[in-house]
């Protein structure tokens, strides 16, 4: 199914079964009918940031993005954990959860932290992968 498919990735990406779940919720109305039962905390795979990772992207105008990054505790880095950004002007230090907000990026400042490691971006409300992205960036 297209949720297992969007839950697999994220998994595979880094997400705990929870977050997973509620990160797919906002691709697909079905995702609300799924709970999780036991542990919701286990990872299976650990990302290269060390944490989750999901952008929310709008264009501003003139070839500008503003970027939302919403960062969730993910295995070994729990709530209360530091993270920084490495994206753009952003040089402070974060406790996780958070949300960050960067505005006016240009897209080669944003291609160059896309290809750290693939994450999830919410574009328009439509969910797509950094990877893919890229490649559509690339083709324009």
């Known amino acids: 199914t297209t949720l297992g498919r969007i839950i697999a990735r994220l998994m595979n990406s880094g997400f705990n079964l929870r977050t997973a779940l509620h990160v797919a919720k906002r691709e697909l109305i079905t995702g609300h009918q799924y709970i999780v039962v036991g542990d919701g905390g286990t990872t299976i795979c650990q ?16 070839g500008m993005w503003d970027i939302t990054t919403e960062i969730y505790p993910n295995g070994t880095y729990g709530a209360g954990s530091m993270s920084s950004l490495n994206l753009g002007p952003v ?18 400042e944003i291609s160059k932290f ?25 083709q324009e």
């Open 114 to 138: 896309l290809q750290l490691e693939t994450v999830p971006v919410f574009s328009d409300t439509s969910l797509t992968w950094s990877d893919e992205f890229l490649s559509s960036t690339d």
């Open 47 to 62: 990302s290269r940031s060390g944490v989750a990772l999901v952008l929310n992207m709008s264009e501003s105008g003139d």
């Open 91 to 108: 040089e402070q230090n974060y406790y996780i959860p958070t949300n960050i907000t960067t505005a006016e990026l240009t897209i080669d």
